[in-house]
DNA sequence: ATGCAGCCTTCAGCTTGCTGTCAGCAAAGC
DNA sequence: GCTTTGCTGACAGCAAGCTGAAGGCTGCAT
């Protein structure tokens, strides 16, 4: 699991990561909302641990950001004792959890096991494709946290492509796939909705491979 | 096969590269992370024997790495019997198995030709010539983990080369290789090809026999 | 029915990059 | 040193691929 920390108390931050990385979590540790968004922007997080009191604002802001575009990335909020209505807030603002400070170590692990458990168990596990992820079941693909919006045939090829990850897929085939049997199409679409998919999931994605067909790469193949 | 071992005991060390090294496994013993992933920069391999405590750090750090970065490459983490905390994490991070020293070499064997197995199963056996892998099905080749796209004429050469591996093809069957049937070339086009094949994947992989043609040398002569 | 919106195909012009040719240089053999 | 053979950089022609625009189709709402 990655894991997005907010907290900016470097001591408190240090140990969490700590126990967060010999949970097997990867763990980037952020100590404002600017570093945290940042972050966000760039990388896709199984769970963000996020501290309520930040130097340049409140964290439940960052969660009403996620939420208000629809990213549904598991928060757990950080908080001090004496403030009872930033958990309430928070959790109505779309966390998942919560911990009171000063929190056991054992049980901020614990939480976030279930936590992940609870997103584990669920019925489309994203597929990370370069900086995409892909969740299969529900024809949604996301990137730095913005959800992309595919067209039928988009998908068709986007989904054609990845069921062979690291090969080469020929044009015919991504033709076939297309457009399933008989129905003849003279023209280069298959290039066209290459094209296409490729300005809104990103042109590095997808490779040309001259004179074969294209390939999207997972980055270490096999 | 071939294996990275990573072991600061030099003797137990000695004794898994010796037993892996019988079962026919090309096996590069290291001694600490840093060599380790100094390994890994350059070489692709099949499988990564991991031990916890190394010099400079704990065998996890590398192991999280790898899989960070979507390498994912079988990994078996060597474990003391006393660090079952380590073989709880080692697994949740993305190691295979784990085995507990002391261990017997023959369960070793096991284990490794269990996991090779579970992976042999994977429709693109990458062929390992010299410093190359080349997937066939694929029309991939790799160097140092490096990606090499290769033209339709680049691979043409290099497939007809391969399927005559150690043994010296004539400029004239590479030439119909290149051209199936007629197609007259009057020019040095496979000198070309074969000047532009050495530029990309490394000038050493193709041998030339003067006034016959050309040979891939396995490095592992028959 | 009519209008509208979204998706798809077609086409044409443009860009990219593969490939054959050749010339000049390097290496090997004598 | 001379000849033969192989190597490689440069270049131009061309095929493959890219993409914007236009028009058609379908489904939906009015």
Redesign the interface.
């Known amino acids: 699991m ?1 894991i997005l920390l907010v907290e900016d108390n470097q001591q408190l931050g240090d140990a969490v990561r700590e126990q967060m ?4 979590h ?1 763990t980037d540790l952020m100590l404002s909302l600017a570093e945290a968004r940042a972050c966000l922007s760039t990388t896709d997080y199984d769970l963000i641990l996020l501290d309520m009191m930040l130097p340049d604002g409140k964290g439940i802001l960052l969660l009403q950001q996620l939420r208000q575009r629809e990213d549904r990335t598991p928060v757990i909020i950080l908080t001090a004792l004496d403030q009872i209505s930033d958990r309430i807030t928070g959790l109505n603002a779309g966390a998942d959890d919560y911990l009171v400070k000063p929190f056991d170590l054992a049980e901020l692990s614990a939480r976030v096991g279930a936590v992940a458990r609870r997103y584990s168990g669920n019925p489309n596990p994203a597929l ?1 494709v370069g900086d995409l992820r892909i969740d299969l079941s529900n024809r949604q693909v996301r990137r730095n946290g913005r959800n992309i919006d595919l067209t039928p045939r988009e998908w068709a090829l986007l989904e054609a492509l990845l069921q062979r990850l ?3 897929v020929s044009k015919s085939r991504l033709e076939n796939c297309l457009y399933d049997f008989g129905a003849e199409v003279e023209s280069n679409t298959v290039e066209v909705h290459i094209s296409r998919l490729r300005k809104k999931i990103g042109r590095e994605q997808i490779q040309t ?4 067909g294209y390939r999207i ?6």
């Open positions: 990655r990385l010999s949970d097997g990867a990370a690291d090969a080469t491979v001259r004179g074969i790469a997972s980055g270490h193949p096999a």
